[in-house]
C-alpha cells in the first residue's frame, strides 16, 4: 500500500473515531422544607458566615440550592459536595431553634452536632434522595432533594 493510500486510511479512521458524542451531565440540588417553620441554611467557613449563600426556605416549600453540569454521565456534582470546603452550616428553624451540621471535625462541645456521617447531616451525599429528570444515551439530568422534616425540628429544639 502506498503512502497515500496510508494516509487517506488513516484519516478516515481517525475521523469515524472522533465523530463521538461527549457526555454530559446535569444536576439539581434542592432543600425541601416539611416543617412548620421558616428555615434558613447558613454555611460558614473559618467560623466566618458566608452570607451569599445563605437560603431561606419557607414552610412546606422548596428552593433549588445548586445548579450545574459537568463532563461524563454519571459525574453528579451536588449541594453536599459544594459545602464540603466548609467548616458548618447552621440551621435556623424560625428565631430560636437552631442545629448545626458539621463538615468533618465538631467544634466545641455541641450536643447537638450533626456529623458529616449522620444520615441526616447535609454534607452527608447518601442524605438525598435522587431522581433521574430524564437519561438518553449521552446525557443524564438528576435531581437531588434533602429534606427537613418536623422530626428535624423537635430534634433541635430539645
Not at 5 to 28: G, K, M, P, W
Not at 103 to 108: D, K, T
Amino acid at each position: 500500500m502506498n503512502f497515500a493510500r496510508r494516509l487517506l486510511l488513516f484519516s478516515f479512521v481517525s475521523f469515524i473515531f472522533s465523530c463521538t458524542h461527549e457526555e454530559s451531565n446535569e444536576t439539581i440540588t434542592i432543600i425541601e422544607n416539611l416543617s412548620s417553620q421558616q428555615i434558613t441554611v447558613t454555611p460558614y467557613d473559618n467560623g466566618m458566615a458566608l452570607t451569599s449563600d445563605i437560603h431561606t426556605i419557607e414552610p412546606s416549600k422548596k428552593k433549588v440550592v445548586q445548579q450545574g453540569s459537568a463532563r461524563g454521565k454519571g459525574n453528579s456534582f451536588l449541594y453536599s459536595d459544594d459545602i464540603q470546603v466548609m467548616d458548618s452550616v447552621v440551621i435556623n428553624f424560625g428565631r430560636d431553634v437552631s442545629s448545626t451540621h458539621y463538615s468533618y471535625s465538631v467544634v466545641g462541645s455541641n450536643s447537638k452536632a450533626i456529623k458529616r456521617d449522620n444520615p441526616r447531616s447535609l454534607f452527608n451525599r447518601d442524605s438525598y434522595k435522587r431522581v433521574i429528570l430524564s437519561e438518553t444515551k449521552y446525557a443524564l439530568v438528576n435531581e437531588f432533594t434533602y429534606t427537613f422534616t418536623v422530626q428535624d425540628y423537635l430534634d433541635a429544639a430539645k
